[in-house]
């Protein structure tokens, strides 16, 4: 299966002449000198803009790693790909409430303390979004809420199975090496159909979260994309740069490891 959307990409360009930079202006002389003879040298800034948001690459590992589950045939290696798809699935519900939190919930940094589960809340409340939490698909999220809490806060399990066999059923398993390991709650819960339902219900509630804003605000929450515009540089604006390349750096007095 396709892990998501394909990656579409916006841009809104102007034709112009080659593009100089700020640094090629700086470490070329003959462009410094013709700005000081008095030589008409067009620039053009050039600025791409993008809206990150993390869900789209949680939800693109999800779809890959479930893609994987279901062409790997040792079950040790199933297990651990539908665990990924089912972590980067949970993951991707509380990237994608703060994407939209931060568009329409004015002072959303406020919030970033709260539950992922409170922000849904919240950004029901605030988009007038019909909220049930016994119905779909808020079921299954809460579901897909509670399997990121136990993979958060994960607790042992003893578990123990029991069967009642013959002896010649007893002699099979042994000969045969058919004893199984036996299973916890948790790890019972890792299949693929689960997968599926925890990536669905993913975009499921991006759409309903996204429904009712412009699509201005949709802007890189339900599509990834950038934006590109470029302009020539006024006579001002082009001596500005000119004294700001030949200007060195300050150094700070402290720094961000």
Known sequence: MQSNQPRRQYSHTIPKPDIITPTAMASGDRTVADCEQGKTTPLYEAIEERYFSAHHMLLRAAGEALYEAQRIGPVSLREERLLTS????????????????????????DYE??????????LCTTLGIYYDRGAHPWQRLRSLLNFRNQIAHGKPEHVRTRRVLTSQELDAVMSNNAMNQPSSKFEANLTAENARIAFATVREIEGLLTENITQELKLGITVEGWTHRSRQLSESEVSAEVINSATPPTKSGSSIL
């Open 86 to 109: 089912m972590v980067m699935s949970s993951l991707a519900i509380e990237a994608l409430c703060n994407a939209v939190g931060y568009r329409v919930v004015p002072g959303w940094e």
């Open 113 to 122: 303390q709260i539950s992922p589960w409170a922000k849904i809340r919240l």
